[in-house]
């Protein structure tokens, strides 16, 4: 099983995927696009995008080996395919096959109820409870597991590890 922390930018994903995985001792990968654009600068196209979807599941495989039995992802390839919908128009079709493939994924979804930071990465400051409502319709229609993750600072650290309980047992 991979638990995957999920949700509009800027709603807490790489904070809770840390400390999720530092409390209950699991392996965790964090958001690869970032470290790929911090490194190799901000600007991007479709061909681009879909090769950091490609990295991104390397890096997950590095981070979570496929021999765990448990592990927690910030973002998955569901996050690429609303990235490349929204600013492209389309989703490549090795990003919705590989969502497909990913059918041991269960989600927090992060309600975007936190204020947003800005961040030279982030591009919708406006849009948060559109792309939550995105991510959301995508976990529906996939038929995955979730759970709704809210609130402020040990509030919302609290209500993730009791949902991230409800899965693990």
Known sequence: MRIVITGAES??????????????????????????LEENGPEYDLDRLKKMSRLHLCYQ????????????????LINYKIWAEEIFGCCPAEVNTGIEQESSHVYL?????????????RENPNDCQRLYQRHFDEILRL??????????????????????????K
């Open 61 to 76: 495989q590095e981070q979570v080996p496929i021999s765990a039995p448990y592990g927690i992802f910030d973002t998955d």
């Open 109 to 121: 979804l992060c309600k975007p109820d936190l204020p947003w930071e800005p961040d030279p990465l």
């Open 11 to 36: 709603s807490g994903k790489s904070s809770l995927t840390q400390y999720l995985g530092e409390v209950y001792n699991l392996p965790y990968a964090l958001e690869y696009a970032r470290y790929d």
């Open 143 to 168: 038929k995955r597991p979730y759970e709704v993750i809210e609130g402020h600072g040990k509030e919302r650290m609290t209500n993730a590890e009791a949902a991230l309980s409800r899965f693990l």
